[in-house]
């Protein structure tokens, strides 16, 4: 633990046997001189991309009304309660995704230049695309924070299964890359992500969590010692602020142990990862929660997650549609299968609902963490049916210090998807000329231009 007369560090990490567990933003750790100017802790940007793979059913995506005078579709109508910090942007387009001589694949070239904006390179066994806009983000944050990046997704993290001929898995299996030819790989089971969150390195052992699991033991247990020592130091506002943070940590390993109980009990020939709960509710809600205690701690500011692989076969019976996600979205205008589609769609952006929720609760330096980073949320193929690649589902959530929200911004046709990516980078203070093909930076975003 690291703790100075003046102030506690903002890199103070809580160490114990198996766990290095980093503080949330508290006022101990202002500057002497700002603190007495009872000026609350500085912010820092975040930056948060939540990616829905096979398309979606766009006439019920699209807002009505254009500007602050706007009214929500009804696939987005869950978002009413964050409407004054939501920016829904149409008219954007991956035009390099189209086939542009390479045949079919656009589930692969959709999704493998989401973020970067590139037509990547048709091959089953060569990779090629573009560093990632996260990964621009990454690299400029990284300094600061233990973790560049974190890659998460619900389905598994695979190279194999179904994906588009004559394509490498990579391009359907992750938006993230940390150079054009090395993708950055996602993680769907909660247990290694806290572990890689809060965890030692030498923890990781299978057998040393088995054995922990067998204790029921916390390895918040270890940093207890810590933790009673540190708070001798903070005010009450603080004290109260690490008793949430650790509450949140502990309530997130308990349900993942919970998962591994349940895990344990299924039938020898069933595989299945430890850690990853049947129900696609829970699964999603601690994905997610690992995400808002990463950014709490500053373990890192770059999160990208993905609801699923592009060509997903997933299948959503807990709202009835028991048919696979891909094959469904291949509707043909049957108003039963577009339906169901969209049911995908609003369960979806429930679960996305519930974690803003949670990050506008969660207090950060003068605001809350909601306030202080920018989610992009969207798909890279517009008409589900047809595969096309724009206009393409695109909204903004959160303030970065820098959005203007409650609006809802149209911008001529085939305007370039990475124009908004390139602008959201220079927000976060990441000075940026060029991503892919785009062609200009969006002042309406902010209130101050760019």
């Avoid at 009804?74 to 189209?98: C, R, S, W």
């Avoid at 290694?192 to 033991?217: I, M």
Wanted: hydrophobic share 35%.
């Amino acid at each position: 633990m690291i703790v100075t007369k003046k102030a506690i560090s903002r890199r103070t990490i809580l160490r114990g046997m198996g766990a290095t567990v980093a503080l949330p933003l508290l006022d101990a750790m202002i500057p002497p001189l700002t603190a007495a100017a009872n000026t609350p802790a500085k912010p820092v940007r975040r930056l948060g991309v939540v990616y829905h793979p096979n398309g979606v059913i766009y006439d019920k995506w699209l807002p009505k009304g254009v500007g602050a005078d706007f009214e929500l579709s009804p696939t987005l109508a869950g978002l009413q309660p964050f409407k004054d910090k939501l920016i829904v942007v149409t008219n954007l387009y991956m035009d390099l995704a189209e086939a542009l001589g390479d045949g079919g694949g656009d589930h692969s070239r959709a999704c493998g230049g989401y973020l970067s904006g590139v037509h990547v390179k048709k091959s089953d066994t060569v990779v090629e695309a573009g560093i990632s806009m996260d990964q621009i983000a990454a690299r400029a944050f990284e300094g600061e924070t233990q973790l560049s990046s974190l890659q998460l997704q619900m389905d598994d993290n695979s190279l194999v299964g179904s994906c588009d001929v004559g394509y490498s898995c990579a391009y359907s299996s992750t938006i993230s890359w940390l150079t054009p030819t090395l993708p950055l790989m996602t993680e769907n089971n909660p247990r290694v992500v806290f572990e890689r969150l809060f965890g030692a390195s030498d923890s990781t052992d299978p057998k040393v969590r088995a054995a922990r699991l067998r204790q029921d033991r916390s390895i918040l247990d270890s940093v207890t010692d810590r933790v009673k020592q540190l708070q001798r130091r903070l005010g009450a506002a603080d004290n109260t602020r690490v008793n949430d943070y650790l509450t949140s940590l502990r309530d997130v390993e308990r349900r993942i142990q919970k998962a591994e109980e349940q895990s344990a009990k299924e039938v020898p020939d069933v595989e299945r990862p430890a850690g990853i709960p049947e129900s696609f509710d829970e699964h999603a809600r601690l994905l997610y929660d690992l995400q808002l205690l990463a950014y709490q701690s500053d373990m890192t500011r770059v999160i990208t997650f993905m609801y699923g692989r592009e060509q997903s076969p997933r299948t959503y019976p807990q709202i009835g549609v028991p048919e696979p996600h891909h094959p469904v979205t291949h509707h043909q205008n049957d108003p039963v299968k577009m339906e169901k589609c969209t049911a995908i769609q609003r369960y979806h952006l429930k679960l996305f609902t519930d974690y803003l929720e949670k990050l506008q609760n969660t207090p950060d330096g003068d605001g809350s963490l909601l306030d202080h980073m920018i989610i992009q949320y969207g798909a890279a193929i517009s008409n589900s049916d047809r595969h096309t690649h724009g206009p393409l589902p695109t909204l903004l959530v959160g303030g970065g210090g820098t959005l203007k929200g409650g609006r809802h911004l149209v911008y001529p046709v085939h305007t370039p998807l990475t124009n908004l990516q390139l602008t959201l980078l220079n927000l976060l203070g990441v000075p940026t000329e060029k991503i892919g093909d785009s062609t200009g930076q969006f002042k309406e975003l902010s209130e101050v231009g760019v």
